[in-house]
């Protein structure tokens, strides 16, 4: 379920013209500020730690960002001591070159998920942190583009997919036309029909959420 190609040149153009405007920060991503970026990495980091990692992986692993944006995940990871072998993507083609501006040697190609013909189990884990926030499907599609994606992610996966999505129940979220914003419930309810392991995290930001799924 690939992205249409008004959509993707509308996702190129938008961050395109958001680095010209921003440079290489947070907000540029369209988070609201580094603080706001960092709180979602560390649910979704802690979400690796508590149910994905085994004693004898010792905090190392392949892991694929989908939605990479400037790769921003990979050395706060690694800050972290993660011992990480990382792969991003992202639609923007200039989200992968500024990227290689800002973390020199950081490995990122440049496209959607499903430009990549990756067979199964090719990761150890899949993350993707508000990529999926964006409206692209057809109104009365009800975010099933999104939902194609976490099940690709799933797919992609050997141990275990982290992401996080915007909360529906947040009035402000829920009212924004260009967003894309989910029940909790009933994202947990949809992976429970194939993952084996759904977890879901809530409180840590009133209009956000995040789901890990476990094989």
């Given at each position: ?20 405007e ?12 580094t ?13 690796l ?10 905090w ?14 990979y ?7 993660f ?7 992202d ?14 040697g ?6 959607e998920?499903?430009d990549?013909?990756?067979p ?9 942190s508000?990529a ?13 583009y ?10 992609l ?9 915007l ?8 009212n ?17 029909d194939?993952a084996r392991q ?7 930001l ?10």
């Amino acid at each position: 379920m690939k992205l249409s190609e008004r959509h993707r040149e509308r996702i190129i153009r938008r961050h395109q013209r958001s680095i010209q405007e921003r440079g290489y920060g947070a907000t540029a991503l369209y988070w609201n500020n580094t603080e706001a970026q960092q709180v979602r990495f560390d649910v979704l980091s802690d979400l690796l730690s508590r149910y994905g990692l085994k004693n004898d992986q010792a905090w190392s692993f392949h892991l694929l960002d989908v939605g990479a944006g400037f790769g921003d995940f990979y050395p706060y990871l690694t800050a972290r001591e993660f011992d990480v072998r990382y792969t991003g993507i992202d639609v923007s083609p200039d989200m992968v070159q500024a990227a290689g501006f800002k973390h020199s040697g950081l490995r990122l190609q440049q496209g959607e998920l499903f430009d990549f013909d990756w067979p199964a189990n090719s990761f150890d884990f899949v993350v993707c942190s508000g990529a999926m926030n964006e409206v692209v499907d057809a109104p009365d599609c009800e975010g099933e583009y999104a939902k194609a994606v976490i099940r690709r992610m799933y797919a992609l996966a050997k141990t275990g997919v982290a992401f996080n999505l915007l909360n529906a129940r947040h009035d402000w979220t829920a009212n924004r036309g260009l967003l894309q914003s989910f029940e909790p419930e009933e994202i947990a309810e949809y992976c429970s029909d194939f993952a084996r392991q759904v977890v879901l995290e809530e409180g840590y930001l009133p209009n956000d959420f995040s789901v890990y799924l476990g094989k």
